[in-house]
């Protein structure tokens, strides 16, 4: 089969590679459609720390050969790829909190994944489909989770205020679970003009472009002592500094972009959020019991009933062969894109 092999840092190929053949309790899924995460990009840019290795988690297609042990029931199904594959043993699994698993895989990153026309997977990380669903929709699944999953880890309620930093691809799955359960009042900040007016159709009711406005004043004037929750989506030293000031007092910070390991932040970060008393929660991937977790059956429901738009988040289609070609783009910083949408079906 054809796979998208990340080889070294900065180093991808597109090649032939041995299909594999589903091991006892796994199956095997035709790939239909894959979505390149940012991960997938950090990973091809600054390097891995497993070589080769079949990138792509975001994924979706139709089970086509089971493993020893599972039912021919799965055959012909629709599902998306769960890329965690936790122990289900350790003390961090017993309590459901998955992604702090003492020794998990992932697709796509410790393992093979979906860039190929076929990925093998332990039976339980099939989430299945309805067979009407788009398998492009599916592919976004997985990054829709992360956002639902934020929003549960700031405890959010209806008719609260939020501000989103950074309108990525995250950014733009969490104003729309902002939208869905309710808020009163969302606000979106990106330096792209592009992205905020995506944001704005679905669901934003304010975008601010910090490279304009000073975001803390604009807050300030909107919303007084700040907003009841703040998710930051961007790892950006100074946008997480920003986060404390536009936070009302006992008001909620999420953080999920990931930072740069060599910077700091000023000490008056901790004093503000002592005097403000603002709880701060990270967020690592999406997960919570019974596995996958709510975010993943509430994802399905909202794309189901519409009210979940994949659509408006893409920007590209290419097959996959284009892959190498594509990330050295985006590694250059000369392919602005919103979600990409790679299809093994159509490479050449
Ligand atoms: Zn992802
Ligand atoms: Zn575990």
């Known amino acids: 089969?054809?796979?998208v092999v990340l080889e070294n840092k900065g180093v991808l190929s597109y090649k032939e590679v041995s299909i594999p053949d589903p091991a006892p309790g796994h199956l095997r899924l035709k790939v239909k459609a894959i979505s390149i995460c940012g991960s997938d990009i950090k990973r091809y840019v600054d390097g891995h720390r497993i070589y080769p290795l079949?990138?792509?988690?975001?994924?979706?297609?139709?089970?086509?050969?089971?493993?020893?042990?599972?039912?021919?029931?799965?055959?012909?199904?629709?599902?998306?790829?769960?890329?965690?594959?936790?122990?289900?043993e350790c003390e961090q699994c017993q309590r459901g909190y998955y992604s702090a698993c003492h020794s998990y895989s992932f697709i796509g990153s410790r393992q093979a994944g979906g860039f190929a026309e076929y990925v093998d997977l332990p039976e339980r990380n099939a989430?299945?489909?309805?067979?009407?669903?788009?398998?492009?929709?599916?592919?976004?699944?997985?990054?829709?989770?992360?956002?639902?999953?934020?929003?549960?880890?700031?405890?959010?309620?209806?008719?609260?205020?939020?501000?989103?930093?950074?309108?990525?691809?995250?950014?733009?799955?969490?104003?729309?679970?902002?939208?869905?359960?309710?808020?009163?009042?969302?606000?979106?900040?990106?330096?792209?003009?592009?992205?905020?007016?995506?944001?704005?159709?679905?669901?934003?009711?304010?975008t601010l472009n910090p490279s304009k406005v000073d975001v803390v004043k604009e807050v300030q004037k909107l919303l007084g002592d700040g907003a009841d929750l703040?998710?930051?989506?961007?790892?950006?030293?100074?946008?997480?500094?920003?986060?404390?000031?536009?936070?009302?007092?006992?008001?909620?910070?999420?953080?999920?972009?990931?930072?740069?390991?060599?910077?700091?932040?000023?000490?008056?970060?901790i004093e503000n959020m002592m005097r403000r008393e603002i709880s701060l929660?990270?967020?690592?991937?999406?997960?919570?019991?019974?596995f996958p977790g709510h975010e993943w059956t509430e994802t399905i429901t909202a794309l189901l009933d519409g009210s979940l738009d994949m659509e408006s988040l893409i920007s590209h289609r290419f097959p996959l062969s284009k892959a190498p070609d594509i990330f050295e783009k985006i590694g250059a910083h000369q392919l602005a894109h919103q979600k990409i949408i790679l299809n093994p079906e159509e490479a050449a």
């Not at 792509?56 to 594959?85: C, F, M, Q």
Request: charged share 15%.
């Open 1 to 3: 089969m054809k796979a």
């Open 54 to 88: 079949i990138l792509g988690h975001e994924t979706s297609g139709i089970i086509d050969r089971v493993g020893e042990g599972v039912g021919e029931i799965y055959l012909g199904k629709h599902a998306a790829i769960i890329p965690l594959v936790p122990c289900f």
């Open 127 to 206: 989430f299945l489909l309805p067979d009407e669903m788009s398998f492009e929709h599916a592919a976004l699944i997985e990054p829709s989770t992360v956002a639902r999953h934020m929003l549960a880890l700031g405890d959010f309620k209806r008719d609260q205020t939020a501000i989103v930093l950074g309108a990525g691809s995250i950014g733009l799955m969490i104003v729309q679970w902002l939208r869905i359960l309710g808020a009163d009042q969302i606000i979106v900040t990106d330096i792209l003009e592009d992205n905020l007016q995506i944001a704005s159709k679905i669901g934003a009711h304010i």
């Open 230 to 269: 703040t998710l930051e989506a961007t790892g950006v030293p100074q946008v997480l500094e920003q986060t404390l000031p536009i936070t009302r007092p006992r008001g909620k910070v999420v953080l999920a972009g990931n930072q740069p390991l060599d910077k700091s932040l000023p000490l008056t970060f």
């Open 281 to 290: 929660s990270g967020c690592f991937m999406s997960y919570s019991a019974p």
